[in-house]
């Protein structure tokens, strides 16, 4: 049984964990109500502008067919999209794994030839995947520190000048979607090229009428319509990590009080115990003193 001072050092120790978690806890729910806010309001406007984009490729365009272009699939990219701390559950295990299962499922011949690369967002990402000796572009990776659509364009920019050149054959991005609090949801998202609108849909919403022309028209919203759909994968991302991290906290807080009730438990019982022995050696010491 430990000693009653092994007891109080640890309860001492639990009290002030579960302080941390509070204040962690705090501190992520602040942050989620305005990463929260941000998606919202961003998502319209990214689906009807992914809408148009996908309607655009599938009625063509000579003037910016490079967004659309499929080529055969040797060199891949994969945006990692994780956070730049931890203490948030299994949010940045479930990209990794994501990440993984994609390129041994589908890119598998790509990667026994290094031609799998890995573009991280988030130091979790970048520490990870430099670790298993991945080609890695680090450019990016301290993203969430300024996070703006100024920085996102930027990443979005890199992407579209690589697969414009030819560098990469296809991109695509892993992150975790913002639903709530207590759920994300995993999606793989292909950058570019772009996939065309839906067969069925394709009548009934490509036919525009261009001013000044198509080509001109085109080759401005498509860059535009790239960068915002990044923007959006980023900004979910910060949404969701901030609601895997509140409830990660929320847990541990709860863990530790349980943990506090079994280690208070336990000093009452210890403590009870010591005393009951020092009245018993005090009984016996007084029997003693009769007998002689």
Avoid at 55 to 76: F, H, M, P, Q
Avoid at 207 to 214: K, L
Wanted: with cysteine; net charge positive; aromatic share 8%.
């Amino acid at each position: 049984m430990p000693s009653l001072k092994e007891v109080k050092s640890r309860i001492s120790s639990v009290i002030s964990t579960q302080q941390i978690t509070k204040a962690m806890k705090m501190v992520a729910a602040a942050k989620l109500r305005k990463s929260q806010e941000r998606i919202i309001q961003m998502r319209p406007f990214a689906k009807k502008l992914n809408g148009l984009l996908q309607n655009l490729t599938a009625a063509g365009s000579d003037g910016a067919a490079w967004y659309s272009a499929v080529r055969e699939e040797k060199r891949i990219l994969l945006v990692a999209i994780s956070s730049d701390r931890g203490l948030c559950g299994g949010f940045n295990s479930s990209v990794f794994k994501a990440t993984l299962r994609l390129i041994e499922e589908k890119y598998a011949a790509q990667h026994r030839q290094k031609n799998v690369t890995i573009l991280p967002i988030g130091k979790k990402a970048l520490e990870f995947f430099t670790k298993r000796n991945f080609p890695v572009v680090s450019d990016f990776a301290n993203l969430f520190q300024d996070l703006s659509f100024d920085t996102a364009s930027g990443v979005a920019q890199f992407l579209m000048e690589r697969y414009q050149k030819n560098e990469f054959d296809k991109i695509e991005v892993v992150y975790n979607e913002f639903k709530n609090v207590a759920t994300q949801i995993l999606r793989t998202e292909q950058f570019l090229p772009v996939v065309p609108a839906a067969q069925e849909t394709k009548t009934a919403e490509i036919d525009y009428i261009y001013q000044p022309n198509q080509d001109e028209i085109i080759s401005g919203l498509i860059p535009k319509s790239l960068k915002v759909q990044l923007f959006k994968s980023v900004l979910d991302s910060n949404a969701a990590e901030n609601g895997a991290r509140m409830t990660a906290m929320d847990k541990a807080t709860e863990n530790a009080g349980e943990l506090l009730k079994d280690l208070r438990l336990s000093y009452n019982r210890t403590r009870q115990a010591a005393i009951t022995k020092e009245i018993l050696e005090i009984v016996a010491g007084a029997e003693a003193l009769k007998s002689a």
